[in-house]
């Protein structure tokens, strides 16, 4: 019996081989197995969002569910809202000193989110959102939507603002304000 290949079959055959070379890949080069356990834990983190309206201050409220993508699909409850009135750093020309000046009617936002993400090897994920601090994230809601910046993040159970461990307190101190902690090095500021 002689075997005859059809276009139909070379595509097949095609198909097959680039998905035992993906899986290969996965597993020897990434070090990510394909059918990996998910581990699911809850996160916390901050999201800062600078020189917003009173509208969209007044708009987050806590306990309500936001989605953290533009395509809406990954969801988060907001934790904790914080908002201070905003600042911006001017230099004065003829003194040559910088300014801390107030920007009427505009508010700095820190909004404290809580999701089920999976963690992995490189990051925390939120359906296909890429949870890192510095990455940028869009918020949306009931009657708002917003760009901000991820400035923090931890575990639950794992809240650095209560943190009481002695060594971390030699290199760490928690300002007093929503900026978090600023590091100090032995013999001054670093």
């Known amino acids: 019996m002689k075997l005859k290949l059809n276009i139909l079959d070379w ?3 095609g198909i097959l081989a680039l998905s035992v070379l993906f899986v290969g890949y996965r597993t020897i080069f990434a070090g990510q197995p394909i059918f990996q356990a998910q581990n699911t834990i809850t996160l916390y983190y901050q999201m800062e969002f600078r ?3 009173p509208y969209f201050r007044n708009q987050v409220s806590v306990g309500e569910t936001v989605h953290i993508s533009a395509r809406e ?8 809202v914080i908002a201070q009135p905003a600042q911006a750093i001017m230099l004065n020309a ?6 801390v000046r107030i920007i009427p009617r505009h508010y700095d936002v820190i909004v404290t ?3 089920e993400v999976i963690e992995t090897a490189r990051e925390f994920r939120n359906g296909g959102t890429a949870i890192r601090v510095g990455a940028e994230c869009v918020m949306r809601g009931r009657g708002f939507a917003a760009e901000g910046f991820i400035l923090n993040l931890w575990r639950e159970g794992e809240d650095p603002r ?3 461990n002695e060594e971390y307190d030699e290199y760490y101190s928690y300002n007093g304000d929503y900026y978090g902690y600023e590091r100090y090095a032995e013999g001054g500021d670093e």
Request: cysteine-free.
């Open 94 to 99: 003829q003194t040559g000193e910088y300014i």
């Open 73 to 80: 699909r990954d969801v988060a409850t907001i934790y904790e």
């Open 51 to 53: 020189r917003m309206t």
């Open 113 to 115: 989110l809580r999701s």
């Open 162 to 164: 209560l943190i009481e």
């Open 11 to 13: 595509v097949i055959i």
